[in-house]
Each structure stands twice: as structure tokens, then as C-alpha cells.
């Protein structure tokens, strides 16, 4: 009658894309980091966040009409090339990275703002920077585990 259909969401991806969606929505309270938990109220659907799956499920009630703007669309950038931004070594600037957090059973990653007064790469960042991007360029994909002794530059 009222064509609303009840989903629940356990995709990590779906779950961050309803979050962004409903962020400035009605909501019963709010995490640490600023994430919805329990009931939301939106425009378009009504949302639960259940506070013991740690963020890695929700309830979502919406119309069919409005299912596949919510939970088929995807954000995902298109990268083509990545090519290096040059500043003077005096100008300061920012970068996101992502680190992760949790515990053994799920593991959950988050973007921060890194200041950097120098763009300049060391001689051993700069053949890391050329290996990875050229198996990038190859396969357009790269997964890679950086390590080291602290303050060596990994982050950058």
C-alpha cells in the first residue's frame, strides 16, 4: 500500500554512504566521531543504527522509488593518473590519509588531515613513489604495506 520496504545493511561502503547521506538529519545522538546512533529521521527513509554492532549494520526503511538513488549509487572516484603536485618547499600544505582503527573483529579505516611543510621527496620516497605508481599505471590497482622506524616519511 505505502510501498515501503524494510533493509537491513551490513556493507561497510552502503553504511558509510547512508551516514553521509543522513549526517545533518534528526537523530537521537551521536557518537565520538560525530557518526548517527540509533533512530534517524530523513526525507527519504528512517534509519536505525543499532549501538551494539560497533557501526557495521543499520535498518533502513525507504520507498522503492528511492532505493536505488540510497543503496545502488556509488561515489567511487574515477582515478585516471595521479600526477604529483609541486610547491616551493616554504609553502605549507595539507593531505588526507587514512589510518586504521578496531579491534581483530572488524576493522574500520578513517581519513584525517596531515600538514606538510615540504613536498619534496627523499631519494628512497621517491623510488618507492616511482615503483608504486608504475605498477598502478599497469594494473590499476596496488595494495602496499609501508614500514619503518618512526618519522621516516612513510605518510607522505
Do not use: W
Amino acid at each position: 500500500m505505502f510501498d515501503v520496504h524494510l533493509y537491513t545493511i551490513q556493507n561497510m561502503e552502503k553504511i558509510n554512504n547512508i551516514r553521509n547521506i543522513v549526517k545533518d538529519s534528526m537523530c537521537m545522538r551521536y557518537n565520538d566521531e560525530s557518526n548517527p546512533l540509533g533512530l534517524v529521521i530523513h526525507s527519504k527513509m528512517i534509519a536505525y543504527f543499532p549501538t551494539d554492532y560497533f557501526g557495521r549494520k543499520v535498518h533502513i526503511l525507504l520507498r522503492k522509488k528511492d532505493k536505488n538513488d540510497i543503496l545502488e549509487k556509488t561515489n567511487k572516484p574515477v582515478i585516471e593518473k595521479i600526477i604529483p603536485i609541486k610547491y616551493k618547499d616554504t609553502q605549507e600544505s595539507k593531505i588526507d590519509y587514512c589510518y586504521r582503527s578496531g579491534d581483530f573483529s572488524f576493522f574500520e579505516y578513517k581519513k584525517s588531515k596531515m600538514y606538510i611543510n615540504t613536498t619534496m621527496f627523499t631519494e628512497e620516497q621517491r623510488q618507492i613513489y616511482n615503483n608504486i605508481m608504475d605498477i598502478y599505471n599497469k594494473k590499476n590497482n596496488v595494495k602496499c604495506y609501508l614500514y619503518g622506524n618512526v618519522n621516516s616519511g612513510k605518510p607522505f
